[in-house]
């Protein structure tokens, strides 16, 4: 009998192709809902007090309002994470989204000390690395992250960067979609519309529910 799971029914002849998997997060929009944080942690059975999606609240230095900053894996074009892997447990897919081959990760924690966006945690049950991969399994059949799909005010976009005609690529086109620390050469395929400065400086660090309790902590890497 089929399944009724869309990812299990596709063949490879049907899957979708991208030249450039990127996605873009509009912060005008985002409330800071945790819905997309919430969703990704439920589609790929996050562990308590890690994420691969996170929202972080910043008190804005000229006035006395929060700032909503989605992170995830930036999927850099020139990933520092692939280079600091001594397995080579992690790869570039040809859409350029850059994964973790959970079989070749011992867990020595390289990509994580060479992330400069604070993307990657290890699973302390498995001792793999994890990190957000554009929820492979359901964009390759045409379906949207799950935390594209989870976002009540459509503060996030996932498509072909390099198609103009893909919603994604014009919405970056007609915003002036920026990535986090371009100075660092990375080249991320994650790029932010109304992205400010004060953003970068706190881009690992922000508010999050602690994992022991249910206190509030300001810096969690």
Request: aromatic share 6%; with cysteine.
């Amino acid at each position: 009998m089929p399944s009724d799971i869309p990812w299990e029914n596709v063949g490879p002849e049907h899957r979708v192709a991208r030249a450039r998997a990127g996605m873009v997060v509009d912060l005008r929009r985002c409330v800071g809902c945790h819905a997309c944080s919430v969703a990704c942690k439920t589609e790929h059975d996050v562990p308590l007090g890690d994420f691969r999606m996170r929202v972080r609240y910043h008190e804005r230095p000229d006035a006395a309002t929060i700032a909503f900053v989605p992170m995830l894996c930036m999927h850099c074009e020139d990933a520092p994470c692939l280079e600091a892997c001594p397995t080579e447990a992690i790869a570039r897919l040809e859409d350029g989204r850059v994964v973790i081959d959970k079989e070749r990760c011992t867990g020595n924690k390289a990509c994580q000390s060479a992330c400069p966006y604070g993307a990657i945690y290890i699973d302390a049950e498995t001792n793999v690395a994890e990190k957000c991969d554009f929820c492979t399994h359901r964009t390759e059949v045409g379906l949207d992250p799950s935390c594209v799909t989870a976002c009540p005010t459509s503060a996030l976009l996932f498509g072909d960067l390099d198609d103009e005609d893909d919603p994604a690529a014009k919405a970056a086109a007609a915003h002036g979609a920026r990535p986090f620390k371009e100075e660092a050469g990375t080249r991320p395929t994650v790029l932010y519309v109304s992205h400010e400065r004060f953003m970068e400086e706190k881009a690992n660090v922000g508010v999050q529910l602690s994992k022991d309790d249910a206190d509030i902590v300001y810096e969690q890497r």
